[in-house]
Every structure is written in structure tokens, then in C-alpha cells.
């Protein structure tokens, strides 16, 4: 059964990290390009980063770049994405999608349940 499993949301004050992580199962991540999503309440899904199988090409939104890194380790089938210098605007539920064709293709699938990050004082 093809299953994306993200986690690592929680409570975190402004300025600090988190480290979420996308266990993949039941296929190998190395064939996909990863994507980061999250959605905040009352507002649409947006694409937060993304990585691709091919040459380890990364892509950012324009406001976490800088402060969040996506990694991949395709020996324990997971892709993480550290989050830096958190702001409350980062308060979302983050997702995790897989696409076969690549980062910029916009076809992405096999959505994970979400994790809560949640950045406040």
C-alpha cells in the first residue's frame, strides 16, 4: 500500500525549529520528486518546497527561503524538511505529496494526513 507518513509538527515559539519528516512506504522514494505543502485555516494550500529524484533539484517558496532546508535520505525512504526561524505565519498542517514527473509538473499524489505546526508565544 502505497503511504506517505508525515511528522515532527508541534508547539514551537517564534524564532524556533522543527524538523518534519515524510516516511514513504510501499514505494521507493528515489523515483519521486517530494513535495512540502501546508494549509492554514480559512486559507488555500500552498507549496512550500519541494525536491526532485533526478538530480536532487530543491525548490522554496519565496517566504521560507532561507529558513527551511528540504533533505532527502533515500536509505531510510524519508524527506525531511527543517524548518528555522519560525514565524506564526508558518502555522499551518504541513503535507507531504509524491509526483512522478518532477517538482514543477504540479501533479502530485499519495497526499499524507498532515502534521499540526503550530508557532506561537
Known amino acids: 500500500q502505497v503511504q506517505l507518513v508525515e511528522s515532527g509538527g508541534g508547539l514551537v515559539q517564534p524564532g524556533g525549529s522543527l524538523r518534519l519528516s515524510c516516511a514513504a512506504s510501499?514505494?521507493?522514494?528515489?523515483?519521486?520528486?517530494i513535495g512540502w505543502f501546508r494549509q492554514a485555516p480559512g486559507k488555500e494550500r500552498e507549496g512550500v518546497s519541494c525536491?526532485?529524484?533526478?538530480?536532487?533539484?530543491?525548490y522554496y517558496a519565496d517566504s521560507v527561503k532561507g529558513r527551511f532546508t528540504i533533505s532527502r535520505d533515500n536509505a531510510k525512504n524519508t524527506v525531511y524538511l527543517q524548518m528555522n526561524s519560525l514565524k506564526p505565519e508558518d502555522t499551518a498542517v504541513y503535507y507531504c505529496?509524491?509526483?512522478?514527473?518532477?517538482?514543477?509538473?504540479?501533479?502530485?499524489?499519495?497526499w499524507g494526513q498532515g502534521t499540526q505546526v503550530t508557532v506561537s508565544s
Open positions: 510501499g514505494f521507493t522514494l528515489d523515483y519521486y520528486a
Open positions: 525536491i526532485n529524484s533526478s538530480d536532487g533539484s530543491t
Open positions: 505529496a509524491r509526483d512522478t514527473l518532477g517538482c514543477t509538473t504540479g501533479s502530485f499524489g499519495s
